[in-house]
């Protein structure tokens, strides 16, 4: 079966979420090495919103 190309990846327990994001090597290779994001990235493009169930 082939994988469909777009997903979400996440771990739960019965008090957390953890949602795991995919960036470019461009942002993602600098946060790695540096511990931050580079300034290439923005918070006002994340386009996902996750609400609470209560």
Known sequence: ?????RG???AHTD?????????SPEI???AVRE???????KRDRMTRVIKPLS
């Open 35 to 41: 511990g931050r994001f580079p300034a290439v990235w």
């Open 28 to 30: 993602g290779l600098p």
């Open 1 to 5: 079966m082939e994988q469909p190309q």
């Open 8 to 10: 979400i990846r996440a």
């Open 15 to 23: 008090s957390t979420i953890t949602v795991y994001q995919a960036y």
